[in-house]
Protein backbone atom coordinates (compact mmCIF):
# COMPACT_ATOMS: atom_id res chain seq x y z
CA UNK A 1 0.00 0.00 0.00
CA UNK A 2 1.30 3.32 -1.03
CA UNK A 3 2.21 5.38 1.89
CA UNK A 4 -0.14 8.05 2.96
CA UNK A 5 -0.33 11.71 2.72
CA UNK A 6 -2.58 12.46 5.34
CA UNK A 7 -4.15 10.59 8.29
CA UNK A 8 -7.00 11.50 10.02
CA UNK A 9 -7.67 9.59 13.50
CA UNK A 10 -9.55 9.83 16.73
CA UNK A 11 -12.51 10.63 15.24
CA UNK A 12 -16.01 8.87 14.98
CA UNK A 13 -16.61 8.71 11.15
CA UNK A 14 -19.58 7.22 9.56
CA UNK A 15 -18.14 5.84 6.44
CA UNK A 16 -21.65 4.33 4.66
CA UNK A 17 -19.66 1.68 3.56
CA UNK A 18 -21.38 -1.33 4.42
CA UNK A 19 -18.49 -2.68 4.74
CA UNK A 20 -17.00 -0.88 7.56
CA UNK A 21 -19.67 1.56 8.73
CA UNK A 22 -18.02 2.92 11.40
CA UNK A 23 -14.09 3.88 12.29
CA UNK A 24 -12.33 5.67 14.10
CA UNK A 25 -9.04 6.28 11.54
CA UNK A 26 -8.50 6.91 7.46
CA UNK A 27 -5.68 7.23 5.02
CA UNK A 28 -5.18 9.24 2.27
CA UNK A 29 -2.72 9.23 -0.95
CA UNK A 30 -3.28 10.97 -4.65
CA UNK A 31 -6.45 12.38 -3.80
CA UNK A 32 -8.39 9.09 -2.79
CA UNK A 33 -8.68 6.84 0.58
CA UNK A 34 -6.23 3.93 0.89
CA UNK A 35 -7.60 2.75 4.10
CA UNK A 36 -9.86 2.71 7.08
CA UNK A 37 -10.14 1.49 10.58
CA UNK A 38 -8.31 2.38 13.61
CA UNK A 39 -5.47 3.24 15.12
CA UNK A 40 -3.43 0.59 13.90
CA UNK A 41 -3.13 3.23 10.85
CA UNK A 42 -1.21 5.61 12.57
CA UNK A 43 1.92 3.37 11.72
CA UNK A 44 1.68 3.35 7.97
CA UNK A 45 2.90 7.02 8.39
CA UNK A 46 6.10 8.04 7.26
CA UNK A 47 7.97 12.00 8.01
CA UNK A 48 5.92 13.15 5.18
CA UNK A 49 2.83 12.42 6.34
CA UNK A 50 0.51 14.96 7.68
CA UNK A 51 -1.45 13.33 10.71
CA UNK A 52 -4.77 15.16 11.89
CA UNK A 53 -6.53 14.66 15.38
CA UNK A 54 -10.12 14.58 15.22
CA UNK A 55 -10.75 14.86 18.81
CA UNK A 56 -13.62 13.02 18.98
CA UNK A 57 -15.38 14.97 15.95
CA UNK A 58 -17.94 13.07 13.56
CA UNK A 59 -17.29 13.03 10.44
CA UNK A 60 -19.22 11.82 7.33
CA UNK A 61 -18.21 11.68 3.47
CA UNK A 62 -18.73 15.24 2.17
CA UNK A 63 -22.04 16.27 1.26
CA UNK A 64 -23.07 16.30 -2.87
CA UNK A 65 -25.70 18.94 -3.94
CA UNK A 66 -28.07 17.26 -6.77
CA UNK A 67 -29.26 20.50 -8.45
CA UNK A 68 -27.78 23.78 -7.48
CA UNK A 69 -26.94 27.13 -9.25
CA UNK A 70 -23.14 27.35 -8.10
CA UNK A 71 -22.27 28.59 -11.87
CA UNK A 72 -24.36 31.73 -12.40
CA UNK A 73 -24.48 32.26 -8.38
CA UNK A 74 -21.22 32.27 -8.10
CA UNK A 75 -20.62 35.25 -10.64
CA UNK A 76 -22.96 37.38 -8.14
CA UNK A 77 -22.12 36.09 -4.70
CA UNK A 78 -20.19 39.10 -3.60
CA UNK A 79 -23.15 41.72 -4.47
CA UNK A 80 -25.78 39.44 -2.47
CA UNK A 81 -26.83 40.63 0.88
CA UNK A 82 -28.08 37.16 2.21
CA UNK A 83 -31.38 36.63 4.40
CA UNK A 84 -31.06 33.23 4.30
CA UNK A 85 -31.39 32.20 8.30
CA UNK A 86 -32.14 35.39 9.47
CA UNK A 87 -34.34 35.18 12.41
CA UNK A 88 -36.14 38.48 11.59
CA UNK A 89 -37.46 40.73 9.57
CA UNK A 90 -36.23 43.72 11.72
CA UNK A 91 -32.64 42.08 10.97
CA UNK A 92 -33.24 42.11 7.20
CA UNK A 93 -34.19 45.90 6.69
CA UNK A 94 -31.57 46.78 9.47
CA UNK A 95 -28.76 45.09 7.09
CA UNK A 96 -30.78 46.54 4.05
CA UNK A 97 -30.35 49.62 5.63
CA UNK A 98 -26.84 49.43 6.67
CA UNK A 99 -25.53 48.13 3.18
CA UNK A 100 -27.72 50.43 0.99
CA UNK A 101 -25.25 52.81 3.05
CA UNK A 102 -21.83 51.73 2.06
CA UNK A 103 -22.90 51.24 -1.50
CA UNK A 104 -21.53 52.70 -3.92
CA UNK A 105 -23.74 54.98 -6.58
CA UNK A 106 -24.87 53.00 -9.76
CA UNK A 107 -24.88 49.78 -7.86
CA UNK A 108 -27.65 47.62 -5.87
CA UNK A 109 -28.35 46.24 -3.05
CA UNK A 110 -29.79 42.73 -3.84
CA UNK A 111 -31.63 40.03 -1.80
CA UNK A 112 -31.96 37.39 -4.21
CA UNK A 113 -33.95 34.40 -2.87
CA UNK A 114 -33.05 31.52 -0.49
CA UNK A 115 -35.78 33.22 2.21
CA UNK A 116 -39.05 32.45 3.41
CA UNK A 117 -41.42 35.44 5.03
CA UNK A 118 -42.22 32.52 7.31
CA UNK A 119 -38.84 31.89 8.85
CA UNK A 120 -38.99 35.55 10.47
CA UNK A 121 -40.25 36.20 13.92
CA UNK A 122 -43.07 38.73 12.16
CA UNK A 123 -43.54 36.40 9.75
CA UNK A 124 -44.56 38.37 7.48
CA UNK A 125 -42.74 39.96 3.52
CA UNK A 126 -41.98 43.15 4.06
CA UNK A 127 -43.60 46.13 2.62
CA UNK A 128 -42.43 48.96 0.13
CA UNK A 129 -43.02 51.54 2.58
CA UNK A 130 -40.59 50.06 4.88
CA UNK A 131 -37.88 48.67 1.74
CA UNK A 132 -38.10 52.57 0.26
CA UNK A 133 -37.69 53.90 3.94
CA UNK A 134 -34.85 52.10 4.48
CA UNK A 135 -33.44 52.73 1.20
CA UNK A 136 -34.48 55.66 -0.10
CA UNK A 137 -31.37 56.49 -3.19
CA UNK A 138 -29.76 53.53 -3.91
CA UNK A 139 -31.86 50.77 -5.98
CA UNK A 140 -32.90 47.64 -4.23
CA UNK A 141 -34.39 44.59 -5.57
CA UNK A 142 -35.59 41.86 -3.05
CA UNK A 143 -36.56 38.62 -4.90
CA UNK A 144 -38.85 36.17 -2.97
CA UNK A 145 -38.46 32.93 -4.54
CA UNK A 146 -40.09 32.77 -8.16
CA UNK A 147 -42.78 34.34 -7.14
CA UNK A 148 -41.96 37.77 -6.65
CA UNK A 149 -39.87 40.86 -6.83
CA UNK A 150 -39.91 44.04 -4.81
CA UNK A 151 -38.09 47.38 -6.26
CA UNK A 152 -37.78 50.13 -4.05
CA UNK A 153 -38.49 53.46 -6.15
CA UNK A 154 -34.53 54.33 -6.59
CA UNK A 155 -34.78 50.86 -8.76
CA UNK A 156 -37.65 51.28 -10.84
CA UNK A 157 -35.86 54.35 -12.77
CA UNK A 158 -33.08 52.53 -12.83
CA UNK A 159 -35.01 49.52 -14.93
CA UNK A 160 -37.09 51.80 -16.46
CA UNK A 161 -40.60 50.42 -15.19
CA UNK A 162 -43.01 53.08 -15.66
CA UNK A 163 -46.94 53.68 -16.36
CA UNK A 164 -46.06 52.81 -20.42
CA UNK A 165 -43.90 49.44 -19.58
CA UNK A 166 -46.48 46.69 -20.69
CA UNK A 167 -46.91 43.93 -18.05
CA UNK A 168 -44.95 40.72 -19.76
CA UNK A 169 -46.31 37.51 -20.74
CA UNK A 170 -47.86 35.42 -17.65
CA UNK A 171 -46.34 38.75 -15.69
CA UNK A 172 -47.63 41.50 -13.92
CA UNK A 173 -45.68 44.68 -12.74
CA UNK A 174 -48.50 45.85 -10.12
CA UNK A 175 -50.05 49.42 -10.70
CA UNK A 176 -51.36 52.10 -8.16
CA UNK A 177 -54.39 53.82 -8.88
CA UNK A 178 -52.91 56.51 -11.29
CA UNK A 179 -51.15 53.76 -12.81
CA UNK A 180 -47.78 53.91 -11.95
CA UNK A 181 -45.76 50.72 -10.83
CA UNK A 182 -45.60 50.51 -7.37
CA UNK A 183 -42.46 48.18 -7.45
CA UNK A 184 -44.14 45.03 -6.28
CA UNK A 185 -43.31 42.21 -9.57
CA UNK A 186 -45.51 39.50 -9.45
CA UNK A 187 -45.07 35.82 -11.88
CA UNK A 188 -48.55 34.51 -12.77
CA UNK A 189 -46.88 32.35 -12.51
CA UNK A 190 -44.06 32.61 -15.29
CA UNK A 191 -41.32 33.93 -13.54
CA UNK A 192 -40.19 36.23 -16.63
CA UNK A 193 -40.03 39.41 -15.37
CA UNK A 194 -38.32 38.75 -12.50
CA UNK A 195 -35.55 37.09 -14.13
CA UNK A 196 -35.39 40.42 -16.82
CA UNK A 197 -34.86 42.49 -13.49
CA UNK A 198 -31.90 40.64 -12.51
CA UNK A 199 -30.82 40.80 -15.71
CA UNK A 200 -30.91 44.85 -15.52
CA UNK A 201 -28.51 44.99 -12.35
CA UNK A 202 -24.64 45.68 -12.90
CA UNK A 203 -22.29 42.70 -13.42
CA UNK A 204 -19.00 42.33 -11.61
CA UNK A 205 -16.18 42.60 -13.72
CA UNK A 206 -14.04 39.21 -14.31
CA UNK A 207 -11.49 39.67 -11.58
CA UNK A 208 -13.82 40.09 -8.78
CA UNK A 209 -16.39 37.60 -10.71
CA UNK A 210 -13.44 34.99 -10.28
CA UNK A 211 -13.12 36.88 -6.29
CA UNK A 212 -17.21 36.20 -6.11
CA UNK A 213 -17.62 32.25 -7.24
CA UNK A 214 -14.26 31.31 -5.27
CA UNK A 215 -16.25 32.89 -1.77
CA UNK A 216 -19.20 31.16 -2.85
CA UNK A 217 -17.43 27.56 -2.82
CA UNK A 218 -15.66 28.62 0.42
CA UNK A 219 -19.51 28.93 1.95
CA UNK A 220 -20.47 26.00 0.67
CA UNK A 221 -17.01 24.23 2.03
CA UNK A 222 -17.61 25.95 5.52
CA UNK A 223 -21.15 24.05 5.17
CA UNK A 224 -19.48 20.69 4.40
CA UNK A 225 -20.52 20.69 0.83
CA UNK A 226 -17.85 19.36 -1.44
CA UNK A 227 -19.66 17.87 -4.72
CA UNK A 228 -22.54 19.39 -6.97
CA UNK A 229 -24.27 19.11 -10.11
CA UNK A 230 -24.68 22.44 -11.76
CA UNK A 231 -28.32 22.85 -13.16
CA UNK A 232 -27.57 25.30 -15.81
CA UNK A 233 -30.07 28.05 -15.33
CA UNK A 234 -31.88 30.87 -17.35
CA UNK A 235 -29.52 33.23 -19.33
CA UNK A 236 -26.48 30.91 -18.14
CA UNK A 237 -25.10 30.56 -22.22
CA UNK A 238 -22.67 28.20 -22.87
CA UNK A 239 -19.30 28.58 -23.31
CA UNK A 240 -19.53 32.59 -22.39
CA UNK A 241 -20.78 32.22 -19.03
CA UNK A 242 -18.93 29.21 -18.02
CA UNK A 243 -15.70 31.06 -18.77
CA UNK A 244 -15.12 32.33 -14.70
CA UNK A 245 -15.56 28.82 -13.47
CA UNK A 246 -13.53 27.18 -16.14
CA UNK A 247 -10.32 29.75 -15.64
CA UNK A 248 -10.62 28.89 -12.18
CA UNK A 249 -10.62 25.21 -12.65
CA UNK A 250 -7.70 25.97 -15.17
CA UNK A 251 -6.08 27.65 -12.23
CA UNK A 252 -6.72 24.90 -9.65
CA UNK A 253 -8.47 26.95 -7.88
CA UNK A 254 -12.11 25.04 -7.43
CA UNK A 255 -12.61 23.90 -3.74
CA UNK A 256 -16.02 22.02 -5.05
CA UNK A 257 -16.80 19.08 -7.24
CA UNK A 258 -19.24 19.95 -10.01
CA UNK A 259 -20.76 18.25 -12.76
CA UNK A 260 -22.29 20.97 -15.19
CA UNK A 261 -25.54 21.10 -17.30
CA UNK A 262 -26.29 22.57 -19.86
CA UNK A 263 -29.38 24.97 -20.38
CA UNK A 264 -31.42 25.76 -23.49
CA UNK A 265 -31.77 29.28 -24.17
CA UNK A 266 -34.13 30.36 -27.03
CA UNK A 267 -37.42 29.69 -26.90
CA UNK A 268 -37.84 27.70 -30.55
CA UNK A 269 -34.77 27.53 -31.14
CA UNK A 270 -33.84 24.63 -28.25
CA UNK A 271 -32.60 22.03 -30.80
CA UNK A 272 -30.08 25.12 -32.29
CA UNK A 273 -28.77 25.50 -29.04
CA UNK A 274 -28.35 21.88 -28.09
CA UNK A 275 -26.64 21.16 -31.47
CA UNK A 276 -24.55 24.47 -31.07
CA UNK A 277 -23.54 22.56 -27.65
CA UNK A 278 -22.86 19.33 -29.37
CA UNK A 279 -19.83 20.98 -31.25
CA UNK A 280 -17.96 22.39 -27.94
CA UNK A 281 -18.53 19.95 -25.81
CA UNK A 282 -19.72 16.29 -25.03
CA UNK A 283 -21.11 14.49 -21.85
CA UNK A 284 -17.73 13.49 -19.92
CA UNK A 285 -15.39 15.90 -20.75
CA UNK A 286 -13.31 17.47 -18.49
CA UNK A 287 -12.13 15.19 -14.73
CA UNK A 288 -13.19 14.97 -11.19
CA UNK A 289 -13.17 18.12 -10.61
CA UNK A 290 -14.93 19.88 -13.47
CA UNK A 291 -17.00 18.01 -16.53
CA UNK A 292 -20.03 18.07 -18.58
CA UNK A 293 -23.02 16.33 -17.55
CA UNK A 294 -25.65 16.52 -20.38
CA UNK A 295 -28.42 18.72 -20.95
CA UNK A 296 -30.71 20.43 -18.59
CA UNK A 297 -32.75 21.22 -16.95
CA UNK A 298 -34.41 23.21 -19.34
CA UNK A 299 -34.49 21.46 -22.50
CA UNK A 300 -37.67 23.03 -23.90
CA UNK A 301 -39.85 26.68 -23.23
CA UNK A 302 -43.16 24.70 -23.93
CA UNK A 303 -42.58 22.23 -21.06
CA UNK A 304 -41.71 24.73 -18.13
CA UNK A 305 -44.05 24.63 -14.77
CA UNK A 306 -43.20 27.08 -12.98
CA UNK A 307 -43.03 26.05 -8.94
CA UNK A 308 -45.11 29.21 -8.06
CA UNK A 309 -47.69 27.75 -4.95
CA UNK A 310 -49.07 30.99 -4.90
CA UNK A 311 -50.13 30.67 -8.43
CA UNK A 312 -52.52 28.07 -9.93
CA UNK A 313 -51.04 25.10 -11.47
CA UNK A 314 -50.08 26.17 -15.22
CA UNK A 315 -51.17 24.07 -18.02
CA UNK A 316 -48.97 23.57 -20.32
CA UNK A 317 -49.08 24.64 -24.53
CA UNK A 318 -50.16 21.41 -26.94
CA UNK A 319 -47.03 21.92 -28.91
CA UNK A 320 -45.20 20.48 -25.48
CA UNK A 321 -45.01 17.40 -27.09
CA UNK A 322 -43.48 17.87 -30.36
CA UNK A 323 -40.75 20.56 -29.52
CA UNK A 324 -39.96 17.68 -26.50
CA UNK A 325 -39.70 14.73 -28.53
CA UNK A 326 -37.72 16.82 -31.26
CA UNK A 327 -34.77 17.67 -28.39
CA UNK A 328 -35.18 14.05 -26.84
CA UNK A 329 -34.64 12.47 -29.68
CA UNK A 330 -31.35 14.45 -30.57
CA UNK A 331 -30.57 13.74 -26.79
CA UNK A 332 -31.03 10.29 -26.79
CA UNK A 333 -29.25 9.84 -30.32
CA UNK A 334 -26.31 11.11 -29.66
CA UNK A 335 -26.40 9.82 -25.96
CA UNK A 336 -26.14 12.94 -23.98
CA UNK A 337 -27.60 12.67 -20.72
CA UNK A 338 -30.65 14.92 -19.73
CA UNK A 339 -32.64 16.18 -17.24
CA UNK A 340 -35.88 17.97 -17.01
CA UNK A 341 -37.80 20.13 -14.32
CA UNK A 342 -41.40 19.34 -13.60
CA UNK A 343 -43.42 20.08 -10.48
CA UNK A 344 -46.64 18.89 -11.25
CA UNK A 345 -47.72 15.19 -12.05
CA UNK A 346 -49.85 16.75 -14.82
CA UNK A 347 -46.93 17.77 -16.45
CA UNK A 348 -44.55 14.82 -15.58
CA UNK A 349 -47.21 12.51 -17.54
CA UNK A 350 -47.24 14.17 -20.65
CA UNK A 351 -43.14 14.41 -20.30
CA UNK A 352 -43.06 10.81 -19.90
CA UNK A 353 -45.29 9.66 -22.48
CA UNK A 354 -42.94 11.73 -24.83
CA UNK A 355 -39.86 9.55 -23.54
CA UNK A 356 -42.04 6.50 -23.97
CA UNK A 357 -41.98 7.31 -27.68
CA UNK A 358 -38.60 8.04 -28.01
CA UNK A 359 -37.53 5.51 -26.30
CA UNK A 360 -38.99 2.83 -28.39
CA UNK A 361 -37.25 4.57 -31.47
CA UNK A 362 -33.77 5.51 -29.17
CA UNK A 363 -33.60 2.96 -26.40
CA UNK A 364 -32.35 5.29 -23.43
CA UNK A 365 -30.08 2.43 -22.28
CA UNK A 366 -26.82 4.46 -22.55
CA UNK A 367 -28.17 7.53 -22.10
CA UNK A 368 -29.12 8.26 -17.83
CA UNK A 369 -31.89 10.55 -17.45
CA UNK A 370 -34.19 12.19 -14.92
CA UNK A 371 -36.43 14.58 -13.27
CA UNK A 372 -35.83 17.19 -11.21
CA UNK A 373 -38.29 18.56 -8.02
CA UNK A 374 -41.28 16.21 -8.95
CA UNK A 375 -43.48 17.81 -5.96
CA UNK A 376 -46.75 15.73 -6.81
CA UNK A 377 -45.85 12.85 -8.82
CA UNK A 378 -48.33 9.88 -8.61
CA UNK A 379 -47.48 6.40 -8.00
CA UNK A 380 -47.93 5.46 -11.70
CA UNK A 381 -45.81 8.07 -12.96
CA UNK A 382 -43.09 6.90 -10.49
CA UNK A 383 -43.47 3.24 -12.18
CA UNK A 384 -43.06 4.65 -15.31
CA UNK A 385 -40.10 6.51 -14.51
CA UNK A 386 -39.04 3.29 -12.98
CA UNK A 387 -39.68 1.13 -15.93
CA UNK A 388 -37.98 4.13 -18.08
CA UNK A 389 -34.68 3.60 -15.55
CA UNK A 390 -34.57 6.96 -14.95
CA UNK A 391 -34.13 8.90 -11.50
CA UNK A 392 -35.74 11.60 -9.68
CA UNK A 393 -33.54 14.56 -7.71
CA UNK A 394 -35.37 16.08 -5.08
CA UNK A 395 -35.02 19.72 -3.60
CA UNK A 396 -36.21 21.01 -0.04
CA UNK A 397 -38.19 23.95 -1.90
CA UNK A 398 -41.43 22.79 0.05
CA UNK A 399 -38.96 23.68 3.08
CA UNK A 400 -39.30 27.25 1.81
CA UNK A 401 -42.63 27.40 -0.11
CA UNK A 402 -44.81 24.48 1.96
CA UNK A 403 -47.29 27.12 3.79
CA UNK A 404 -48.31 28.49 0.19
CA UNK A 405 -49.05 24.63 -0.54
CA UNK A 406 -51.19 23.43 2.38
CA UNK A 407 -53.18 26.98 2.28
CA UNK A 408 -54.22 26.20 -1.90
CA UNK A 409 -53.71 21.96 -1.93
CA UNK A 410 -54.56 20.89 2.01
CA UNK A 411 -52.47 18.71 3.91
CA UNK A 412 -53.22 15.23 2.50
CA UNK A 413 -51.92 16.41 -0.60
CA UNK A 414 -48.95 17.70 1.56
CA UNK A 415 -48.19 15.11 2.62
CA UNK A 416 -46.50 13.36 -0.46
CA UNK A 417 -44.47 16.45 -1.58
CA UNK A 418 -42.56 14.88 -2.71
CA UNK A 419 -43.54 11.27 -2.13
CA UNK A 420 -39.65 10.40 -1.45
CA UNK A 421 -40.59 7.35 0.50
CA UNK A 422 -42.56 5.43 -2.36
CA UNK A 423 -39.57 6.51 -4.69
CA UNK A 424 -37.20 4.38 -2.56
CA UNK A 425 -39.87 1.70 -2.15
CA UNK A 426 -39.42 1.32 -5.94
CA UNK A 427 -35.89 1.73 -5.96
CA UNK A 428 -35.69 4.59 -8.39
CA UNK A 429 -32.25 6.08 -8.18
CA UNK A 430 -33.32 9.51 -5.95
CA UNK A 431 -30.64 12.38 -5.00
CA UNK A 432 -31.06 15.06 -2.36
CA UNK A 433 -30.20 18.61 -3.29
CA UNK A 434 -31.59 22.67 -2.87
CA UNK A 435 -31.95 24.45 -5.94
CA UNK A 436 -30.25 27.26 -5.02
CA UNK A 437 -29.85 30.20 -4.89
CA UNK A 438 -32.87 32.01 -6.05
CA UNK A 439 -34.98 29.83 -4.50
CA UNK A 440 -33.94 27.40 -1.55
CA UNK A 441 -31.05 28.32 0.12
CA UNK A 442 -27.46 26.71 -0.67
CA UNK A 443 -27.47 25.44 2.86
CA UNK A 444 -27.56 21.69 3.22
CA UNK A 445 -28.38 21.16 6.54
CA UNK A 446 -31.78 23.17 5.96
CA UNK A 447 -32.41 20.52 3.34
CA UNK A 448 -31.46 17.53 5.62
CA UNK A 449 -33.03 18.89 8.19
CA UNK A 450 -36.59 18.91 5.65
CA UNK A 451 -36.43 14.95 4.90
CA UNK A 452 -35.84 14.02 8.64
CA UNK A 453 -38.11 16.37 10.49
CA UNK A 454 -41.07 16.77 7.71
CA UNK A 455 -41.09 20.51 8.50
CA UNK A 456 -40.85 24.18 6.68
CA UNK A 457 -38.12 26.68 7.66
CA UNK A 458 -41.25 28.41 9.21
CA UNK A 459 -41.78 24.78 11.21
CA UNK A 460 -45.36 23.90 9.56
CA UNK A 461 -45.46 20.36 9.43
CA UNK A 462 -45.54 18.81 6.04
CA UNK A 463 -45.18 15.14 6.22
CA UNK A 464 -45.98 11.95 8.37
CA UNK A 465 -43.48 9.68 9.78
CA UNK A 466 -44.22 7.39 6.52
CA UNK A 467 -42.73 9.95 4.25
CA UNK A 468 -39.73 11.24 6.57
CA UNK A 469 -36.68 10.27 6.40
CA UNK A 470 -33.97 8.31 9.04
CA UNK A 471 -30.36 10.16 9.72
CA UNK A 472 -28.73 7.73 7.57
CA UNK A 473 -31.61 7.62 5.16
CA UNK A 474 -31.20 11.14 4.08
CA UNK A 475 -27.54 11.30 4.35
CA UNK A 476 -27.18 8.97 1.68
CA UNK A 477 -29.15 10.89 -0.29
CA UNK A 478 -27.07 13.71 0.09
CA UNK A 479 -24.21 11.68 -0.59
CA UNK A 480 -24.34 8.06 -2.63
CA UNK A 481 -27.78 9.24 -4.09
CA UNK A 482 -26.70 12.32 -5.68
CA UNK A 483 -23.51 10.98 -7.27
CA UNK A 484 -25.95 8.89 -9.05
CA UNK A 485 -27.04 11.75 -11.05
CA UNK A 486 -23.32 12.47 -12.49
CA UNK A 487 -22.28 8.92 -13.24
CA UNK A 488 -20.16 8.73 -10.11
CA UNK A 489 -22.00 6.23 -8.53
CA UNK A 490 -19.33 4.19 -6.17
CA UNK A 491 -16.38 6.65 -7.22
CA UNK A 492 -17.39 9.33 -4.36
CA UNK A 493 -20.18 9.56 -1.42
CA UNK A 494 -18.52 6.92 0.95
CA UNK A 495 -15.12 7.08 3.38
CA UNK A 496 -14.58 3.69 1.57
CA UNK A 497 -11.03 2.49 -0.22
CA UNK A 498 -10.82 3.83 -3.79
CA UNK A 499 -13.21 6.45 -3.84
CA UNK A 500 -12.26 10.35 -3.84
CA UNK A 501 -10.96 12.12 -0.72
CA UNK A 502 -13.94 14.14 0.22
CA UNK A 503 -14.76 14.06 4.09
CA UNK A 504 -16.40 17.18 6.43
CA UNK A 505 -15.97 16.76 10.50
CA UNK A 506 -18.88 18.94 11.69
CA UNK A 507 -19.45 21.44 14.41
CA UNK A 508 -21.91 18.66 16.14
CA UNK A 509 -23.10 15.27 15.88
CA UNK A 510 -25.93 15.20 13.38
CA UNK A 511 -26.37 11.49 14.27
CA UNK A 512 -27.18 12.51 18.37
CA UNK A 513 -28.38 16.07 18.39
CA UNK A 514 -31.81 16.94 18.43
CA UNK A 515 -33.95 17.36 15.57
CA UNK A 516 -34.29 20.72 15.45
CA UNK A 517 -30.05 21.27 15.92
CA UNK A 518 -29.67 20.01 12.36
CA UNK A 519 -30.20 23.07 10.50
CA UNK A 520 -27.74 24.31 12.39
CA UNK A 521 -24.56 22.03 11.79
CA UNK A 522 -21.16 23.12 10.14
CA UNK A 523 -18.17 22.10 9.49
CA UNK A 524 -15.22 22.79 11.39
CA UNK A 525 -12.82 20.78 8.92
CA UNK A 526 -13.36 20.03 5.09
CA UNK A 527 -11.21 17.94 2.77
CA UNK A 528 -11.40 17.73 -0.76
CA UNK A 529 -8.89 15.81 -2.82
CA UNK A 530 -7.32 15.23 0.68
CA UNK A 531 -6.70 18.90 0.96
CA UNK A 532 -7.66 21.20 3.34
CA UNK A 533 -9.82 23.34 2.14
CA UNK A 534 -11.99 24.41 5.15
CA UNK A 535 -10.48 24.74 8.80
CA UNK A 536 -12.46 26.05 11.89
CA UNK A 537 -12.55 26.22 15.99
CA UNK A 538 -9.54 23.67 16.93
CA UNK A 539 -8.85 23.42 13.21
CA UNK A 540 -8.71 26.70 12.39
CA UNK A 541 -4.69 26.84 11.87
CA UNK A 542 -5.22 24.24 8.68
CA UNK A 543 -7.72 26.53 7.26
CA UNK A 544 -5.73 28.10 4.13
CA UNK A 545 -4.85 31.70 3.83
CA UNK A 546 -7.61 34.33 3.70
CA UNK A 547 -9.04 35.67 0.53
CA UNK A 548 -9.92 39.16 0.38
CA UNK A 549 -13.52 40.14 -0.83
CA UNK A 550 -13.79 42.20 -3.75
CA UNK A 551 -15.62 44.65 -4.15
CA UNK A 552 -14.52 46.32 -1.00
CA UNK A 553 -18.09 47.22 -0.28
CA UNK A 554 -19.39 43.99 -0.83
CA UNK A 555 -21.93 42.53 1.71
CA UNK A 556 -19.99 39.22 2.51
CA UNK A 557 -17.38 41.21 3.27
CA UNK A 558 -19.44 42.32 6.73
CA UNK A 559 -22.21 39.98 7.05
CA UNK A 560 -20.80 36.99 5.47
CA UNK A 561 -23.40 34.21 3.94
CA UNK A 562 -25.94 31.79 5.36
CA UNK A 563 -27.39 33.67 8.42
CA UNK A 564 -25.50 36.50 7.29
CA UNK A 565 -24.68 36.98 11.24
CA UNK A 566 -22.93 40.28 11.95
CA UNK A 567 -19.29 39.87 13.01
CA UNK A 568 -18.56 42.82 15.54
CA UNK A 569 -14.79 42.91 14.37
CA UNK A 570 -15.71 43.41 10.91
CA UNK A 571 -18.59 45.81 11.75
CA UNK A 572 -16.59 48.39 13.67
CA UNK A 573 -13.96 48.45 10.46
CA UNK A 574 -16.87 49.20 8.60
CA UNK A 575 -18.37 51.94 10.85
CA UNK A 576 -22.04 49.87 11.11
CA UNK A 577 -23.60 50.05 14.56
CA UNK A 578 -24.18 47.06 16.74
CA UNK A 579 -27.68 47.13 18.22
CA UNK A 580 -28.05 46.97 21.70
CA UNK A 581 -30.14 44.84 23.77
CA UNK A 582 -33.10 46.83 24.25
CA UNK A 583 -35.87 46.35 27.02
CA UNK A 584 -39.05 45.06 26.02
CA UNK A 585 -42.38 43.46 27.64
CA UNK A 586 -40.55 39.99 27.75
CA UNK A 587 -38.00 41.35 29.40
CA UNK A 588 -40.67 42.21 32.46
CA UNK A 589 -41.56 39.03 32.49
CA UNK A 590 -38.41 36.89 32.29
CA UNK A 591 -36.29 39.66 34.04
CA UNK A 592 -33.26 40.72 32.12
CA UNK A 593 -31.96 37.51 31.77
CA UNK A 594 -33.71 37.70 28.84
CA UNK A 595 -30.64 39.37 27.40
CA UNK A 596 -28.30 36.71 28.77
CA UNK A 597 -30.41 33.81 27.37
CA UNK A 598 -30.21 35.94 23.73
CA UNK A 599 -26.23 37.00 24.32
CA UNK A 600 -25.77 32.77 25.07
CA UNK A 601 -27.55 31.65 21.86
CA UNK A 602 -25.87 34.43 19.67
CA UNK A 603 -22.24 32.62 21.12
CA UNK A 604 -23.78 29.02 20.38
CA UNK A 605 -24.91 30.30 16.90
CA UNK A 606 -21.42 32.15 15.91
CA UNK A 607 -19.07 29.31 17.40
CA UNK A 608 -17.07 28.06 15.77
CA UNK A 609 -17.17 30.17 12.75
CA UNK A 610 -16.18 33.21 14.82
CA UNK A 611 -14.55 31.26 17.86
CA UNK A 612 -11.85 33.55 18.35
CA UNK A 613 -13.31 36.79 19.24
CA UNK A 614 -12.08 36.72 23.01
CA UNK A 615 -10.67 33.20 23.09
CA UNK A 616 -13.36 31.66 25.05
CA UNK A 617 -14.86 29.68 22.45
CA UNK A 618 -17.34 31.79 20.90
CA UNK A 619 -17.60 35.38 18.69
CA UNK A 620 -20.60 36.75 20.35
CA UNK A 621 -22.50 38.90 18.02
CA UNK A 622 -25.80 40.36 17.58
CA UNK A 623 -28.22 40.38 14.24
Known sequence: MKAPDLILYNGKITTLDNAKPQVSAITMAGGRITATGGDELLATATDKTARIDLKGRRVIPGLNDSHMHVIRGGLTYNLELRWDGVP?????????????????????????????????????????????????????????????????????????????????????????????????????????????????????????QMNSSRHFMRELNRLGLTSLVDAGGGSQIYPDDYAIIEELHRRGE???????????????????????????????????????????????????????????????????????????????????????????????????????????????????????HCETISDKSMERVKALGGGIAIQNRMAFQGEYFLDRYGKQAAERTPPVRKMLDLGIPVGAGTDATRVSSYNPWVSLYWLVAGKTVGGALLYTEANRLSREEALRLYTQGSSWFSGENGRKGAIAVGQLADVTALTEDYFAVPEESIKGIESVLTIVDGKVVYGA????????TPLPVLPEWSPVKVYGGYGAP??????????????????????????????????????????????????????????
Not at 89 to 116: C, F, H, N, Y
Not at 268 to 283: I, N, S
Not at 338 to 355: N, P
Not at 582 to 603: D, K, M, N, P, Y
Open 88 to 208: SLADGLRMLKEQAQRTPPGQWVRVIGGWSEFQFAERRMPTLEEINSVAPDTPVFVLHLYCRGMLNQAALRACGYTKDTPNPPAGEIQRDVHGNPTGLLIARPNAGILYATVGKQPKLPPEH
Open 254 to 372: LTVRMAYNIFTQKPKEEKEDFLRCMKLTAPGTGDDFYRCNGAGEMLVYSAADFEDFLEPRPDLPSNLEKELKEVVSLLAANKWPFRIHATYDESISRMLSVFEEVNRDIPFTDTPWFFD
Open 537 to 544: GEFGNLDP
Open 566 to 623: LDMRKAALHGVPVPQHLHTAECHSHGCSHAAQQLLAGCKAGAPRYGDFWGLGCDCFAF
